[in-house]
């Protein structure tokens, strides 16, 4: 698949996942590290506030009781104290100045307003206004919160009094700022590596498959014969190429067995022409005697013949073929085909001084009866022609039900089949007797179209050789 | 002319035979690439047309086997046309190479052209002072036009004047002029040269004794 589009590609996708993974990773790191960093921060100021409250309050309630002493009015709990004195308008804002003063920064101020929400008393440094939490009429309130640039201590005393102490924090947020900052360029920065890191990692990864896919396109175009090298670590990778190598070598032997019997069958189809037209020119070259002619004829029939019956079986072998996809499937009386097919060959057999023993119960299965047929046919045949010249012998046919098959064996006392012929016997134009001439009839394909007949049909076909005398094939048939 | 014509397909075999001995040559056959062999090896050839796919030993390998010893002209027959099968062929020691289906005509001009070739000739006439050969139609003319010859006798004709100046011996001419399926007797080479020397003059065919017949150049 070509796409004119790069970012198609499988490195262009890995690499955008790769960078949107990334990012979030990143910046979730970012922010993470910005909260806590800010959290600490606030907890710092927090500290400080409340060690400057607690020194406000202290030094309040130590001021109030002096001056309440003085009027004699006894001892009380400290916030009664401080809320009388704050009714009475009493100034105790001497003497924190040093440490509740100036605008600088982290400056702290404290301010204290009644109910209402007026103030009663504050630092010069305080803002000239409040606003307060909206947290119902009464009862104590304790928090913290942040207010423009002041990081504010907010209570309220059971009897109502506010008491407000701020710290003021630019100084931390301009801090955070620039923390956020440094965070986001190197967290960028960090982005940027990792981008260049995953381009190359990506660009080593595609690369084996890339040179897989170059080389398994030159083995497509022209050349079945190369493989793609594997580099033997066992990865990924390395069972994809070993799988494509499979199945090249399969495509490469069904090229090679296809091409092969397009050969054998154009050498066995124009030897007969040749025949044809070397005898027919032979003929017309000169004037020629009519016994001359009439044996030329002869000859030209035989050849003819012989392409008739090539080309019949060739068909049947097509038809074959064809019908792995379209089977035809009715109740065959076995009984019947394998006793039409011995009628056929009576004569032959009996020519040859060859018995045919038949052994076998009425049973019928499911089939192409006229696929059968050939199949007994070649079987019978075959045991009858290549028995041992002449001498006689027997062929049992025996058939008979197995569980869900039927099963229908060939039988034979001749010489059997030799070892080196046994992988080949039910290849394509494969003669197991070489020097038999092709034009005894026999093109080494009844085997190849038995076969196939009979796996078409979901059955199998094969042999042994006896253990005395002769070769059994036995023919498998779904029932 | 004796041909060697190796082919396994019977009908085939005997249809070319035919032809070969039509046309005036001697020719021995073989159905098989072992005997084929044996009978190009026994030397007494003047070409051989020699089919590939041969039972017992393929084509190439009696080619392979015959080479470089055996220099017979060899025509290789097969049923195989591609271009890779042409080419190792004619690698493989053959002199040229024919795909089956083929012609017949052309089958006999191929055969013809190598026979020529490799008797050093250039042209299909042979010319001996005012006796003039066409090898191709295989007629014999003089100045008073054209002579009968039998086939027996073209064939002996042709066979020395093709070799003219140098001395034929009889045993060659017996090996060459008949095939071994051909029992006629000794004596009728005598019979053929006196008829060529009555036809077509006493000094076309001179006698050495006992070392052969010879067409002499001037």
């Known amino acids: 698949m070509k796409s004119g589009f790069p970012f198609h590609s499988i490195r262009w996708r890995i690499q955008v996942w790769h960078a949107v993974i990334l990012l979030v990773a990143i910046i979730a790191f970012c922010i993470t590290a910005y909260r806590l960093a800010w959290i600490h921060q606030l907890r710092r100021v927090d500290r400080v506030v409340v060690e400057r409250e607690r020194a406000l309050i202290s030094h309040l309630i130590h001021t109030g ?67 307060l939490p909206d947290v119902g009429e009464s009862g104590m309130v304790e928090l913290s919160r942040i207010s423009g640039s002041y990081r504010e201590s907010v209570r309220r005393s059971p009897s109502g009094v506010w008491s407000v102490v701020g710290r003021d924090i630019s100084g931390e947020i301009e801090e955070m700022r620039h923390f956020a900052l440094s965070l986001t360029a190197s967290g960028f920065a960090l982005w940027l590596v990792g981008l260049t890191g995953g381009w190359w990692i990506a660009g080593r ?53 296809q091409k092969q019997f397009t050969a054998d069958a154009s050498h066995e189809l124009r030897n007969p022409i040749a025949v044809v037209v070397a005898e027919t020119q032979r003929i017309l070259r000169r004037d020629h005697s009519v016994s001359e002619c009439r044996e030329a004829l002869q000859v030209c029939q035989d050849a003819a013949l012989r392409m008739k019956n090539l080309t019949e079986a060739l068909l049947v072998l097509a038809r074959q073929d064809d019908q792995e996809r379209t089977p035809v499937r009715e109740t065959v009386d076995l ?95 494969y003669r197991a007797d070489k020097s038999r001439s092709h034009s005894s009839g026999h093109f080494g394909l009844g085997l190849a179209v038995a076969k196939s007949i009979v796996e078409n049909h979901g059955g199998t076909l094969d042999f042994a050789n006896n253990p005395d005398r002769g070769v059994t094939f036995r023919m498998r048939l779904p029932r | 002319m004796r041909i060697l014509l190796v082919e396994d397909d019977p009908a085939l075999r005997r249809s070319l035979a035919a032809t070969f001995r039509e046309e005036g040559y001697a020719v021995d056959t073989a159905g098989d690439g072992e005997e084929g062999l044996a009978k190009a ?28 010893d055996n220099r017979v002209p060899v025509l290789m027959l097969t049923a195989r046309d591609t271009v890779p099968d042409r080419v190792k062929g004619l690698d493989n020691g053959a002199d040229d190479y024919l795909t089956k289906p083929f012609d017949v005509d052309e089958l006999l001009a191929r055969v013809r052209a190598l026979i020529r070739r490799s008797e050093g000739l250039s042209h299909p006439d042979i010319v001996i002072r005012d006796i003039r050969i066409d090898t191709v139609r295989r007629r014999v003319s003089t100045g008073e036009g054209e002579i009968q010859l039998t086939p027996m006798e073209y064939s002996l004709l ?25 029992d006629s007797c000794s004596n009728l ?30």
């Open chain 2, 41 to 68: 090896n026994g030397g007494v050839y003047d070409a051989v047309v020699l089919d590939v796919m041969l039972p017992l030993m393929n084509g190439w390998e009696v080619l392979e086997r015959m080479r470089p």
């Open chain 1, 335 to 429: 009984d019947a085909v394998v006793n039409a097919s011995v009628a056929r060959l009576r004569k032959d057999a009996e020519q040859a001084g060859i018995r045919i023993e038949l052994n076998g119960i009425p049973i019928t299965c499911s089939g192409d009866p006229v696929g059968i047929g050939m199949v007994v046919d070649n079987l019978v045949g075959n045991a009858i022609h290549h028995h041992s010249g002449g001498s006689g012998g027997t062929v049992r046919v025996s058939w008979n039900p197995d569980g869900e098959w039927v099963q229908v064996a060939v039988e034979d006392d001749g010489p059997g089949i030799p070892e080196a012929d046994a992988p080949h016997i039910f290849d394509r134009f």
């Open chain 1, 205 to 257: 990864v595609i690369r084996p498959i890339q040179t897989i896919g170059r080389t398994a396109s030159r083995i497509a175009a022209d050349n079945l014969r190369e493989r793609i090298e594997v580099a033997g670590i066992g990865n990924e990778l390395d069972q994809l190429s070993g799988v494509l190598n499979q199945t090249f070598d399969r495509l490469q032997a069904a090229f090679e067995r």
């Open chain 2, 158 to 182: 042709e066979y020395l004047a093709i070799r003219k100046g140098s001395v034929v011996s009889r045993t060659t001419l017996y090996e060459r002029l008949f095939d071994e399926s051909d």
């Open chain 2, 189 to 218: 080479l005598d019979v053929h040269v006196s008829n060529i020397r009555r036809k077509l003059g006493a000094d076309v065919i001179t006698t050495r004794r006992g070392h052969g017949y010879c067409v002499e150049v001037e």
């Open chain 1, 65 to 131: 009781r002096k001056v309440l002493s003085d009027e004699g009015s006894g001892s009380r709990p400290p916030h009664v104290t401080l809320d009388l004195l704050l009714e009475r308008g009493v100034d105790l804002s001497e003497g924190l100045s040093d440490v509740f003063g100036g605008q600088d920064t982290g400056h702290s101020f404290f301010m204290f307003l009644d109910p209402a929400g007026a103030v009663r008393m504050r630092s010069p440094n305080a803002p000239m206004s409040m606003l």
